[in-house]
């Protein structure tokens, strides 16, 4: 079956840092990948997804998601973190059946000034 | 275009009683999904929806929950007999068809006293 492991559960970043959030995933095929943000009391937002072509891909608020097969991971990254970045992000897979996402546990970023 | 609606928000039941959710995906949207946040966790799948259709309910518990998306109407996920243990956030999403690609609900936080 597959699954998704956000090594790490918190990160604090500088404002004005880069933010590197970690993903893995298990999944015997090409995988269907998502980052998604989630504010406090909020529901989940789409940064980017990843289906096929190129492994750098470009998303929403300046974040870009890079898939590297031979590692099975599907980092996220932003060059520039800003304090508004302050939330939670989950990776997911899609599932092999019935077009389910399989999330991660979640990192949540803090953002200090 | 509206986003996906859910109501209520913020739901308070007492042990024994029953939870109604409800769902409303976006326009032109007939696929929904129903996923539960339990406190620090990702989220976990628990069914997919097509009109008058349970495509996959592999993550539904087996009793006092069911779901259904009628003709006319909104997607409702129903909880019987509630217990502590099913408070957590529910989050509906939805997608025009069979996709991965899938819009979500700002969540209804459901909590049992």
């Known amino acids: 079956a597959q699954s998704v492991t956000q090594p790490d559960i918190h990160i604090t970043v500088s404002e004005g840092a880069s933010l590197e959030l970690r993903c893995n995933y298990s999944y015997g095929a090409t995988p269907y990948l998502f980052w998604y943000v989630q504010s406090p009391g909020q529901g989940l937002q789409l940064l980017l997804k990843?289906?096929?072509?190129?492994?750098l891909v470009q998303g929403i608020k300046g974040f870009e998601a890079e898939f590297k097969r031979s590692q099975s991971s599907f980092n996220l990254r932003k060059p520039s973190v800003h304090w508004s970045d302050a939330a939670e992000y989950f990776c997911a897979v899609g599932a092999s059946y019935g077009n389910k996402l399989v999330f991660g546990a979640g990192t949540i970023l803090r953002v200090k000034s | 275009n509206a986003g996906v609606m859910q109501n209520p928000r913020h739901l308070v039941r007492r042990r024994g009683q029953e939870a109604r959710l409800r769902c409303s995906p976006m326009k032109g949207h007939s696929h929904v999904y129903w996923y539960r946040q339990l406190p620090e966790e990702g989220l976990k799948f628990m069914v997919y929806l097509q009109k008058e259709n349970i495509i996959d309910e592999s993550g539904m518990p087996k009793e006092r929950f069911s779901a259904e998306f009628p003709k006319e109407g909104p997607s409702i996920l129903r909880i019987q007999q509630v217990v502590r243990g099913d408070s957590a956030a529910y989050f509906c999403?939805?997608?025009?068809?069979?996709?991965?690609?899938?819009?979500f609900g700002p969540g209804t936080r459901l909590t049992v006293t």
């Open positions: 999403a939805s997608s025009p068809g069979p996709s991965f690609e899938q819009y």
């Open positions: 990843y289906f096929s072509g190129d492994t």
